[in-house]
């Protein structure tokens, strides 16, 4: 009988995001086939890794897509992203512990592709006025990341509930990331009166009384 690879793949993922340390046995087993039969498809746990960063990094870029980044308001982009990348939530949760697909000359073109997309977000929402100018649009996309991790971490675990995964990550991303609202809409500026009358001036410093003698 022949085996759907892309069936083994997702199957290995469930698992992996569930245990990431499960062995390619358990793997093979999760997916109903024997490990000679897992081994001809992937020569190893490195290949398997690489093959599963290739399913997050697409279903990370359908979710870009069906999220329609560049309609306005940006805030409201960002609560779309959130809603459209929580099933592959939990794959990006296993493949950000994966330090090997993050360092050396072996990054995937991919995740570049994926950081400049969500950092031209949060730049559009930073030139419109709604999110602060102090925090960099790569330093947003991080913290993104890892709220989609540990959100991912919080649920499997079952320290949070699946129906609060979107509104906890982006009530507190942009709890963060929004710009107050004086700084959105300054309030016109009132000139100061005319010689007012001090209330309660404290007393002069030592200091201050030297320099006026």
């Known amino acids: 009988m022949a085996v759907d690879r892309d069936q083994v793949l997702r199957a290995a993922a469930a698992l992996l995001t569930r245990k990431s340390t499960a062995t390619m046995d358990e793997v093979a087993k999760a997916a109903g086939i024997s ?56 794959l990006l949760a296993f493949l950000y512990t994966e330090n090997q697909l993050f360092e050396g000359e072996e990054l995937h073109h991919g995740w570049t592709r994926i950081d400049e997309r969500i950092s031209d977000l949060f730049r559009r929402g930073q030139l419109s006025g709604e999110f602060r100018i102090d925090l960099t649009p790569a330093w947003l996309t991080e913290a993104l990341f890892g709220l989609l991790a540990s959100g991912a971490w919080m649920v499997q675990s079952g320290k949070g509930a699946p129906k609060d995964f979107q509104h906890m990550i982006v009530e507190l991303l942009l709890g963060g990331a929004l710009r107050p609202p004086a700084a959105q809409n300054p309030a016109p500026h009132s000139p100061a009166p005319q010689n007012p009358a001090p209330q309660n001036p404290a007393p002069q410093s030592s200091a201050s009384q030297i320099e006026e003698s």
């Open 35 to 90: 490990r000679a039969t897992l081994h001809r498809h992937f020569a190893g746990r490195d290949a398997l890794v690489r093959a599963l960063e290739a399913l997050g990094i697409a279903e990370c870029e359908s979710a870009l897509d069906a999220a329609r980044l560049d309609e306005a308001p940006a805030r409201d982009a960002v609560r779309r992203l959130v809603q459209e990348i929580e099933p592959a939530a939990g």
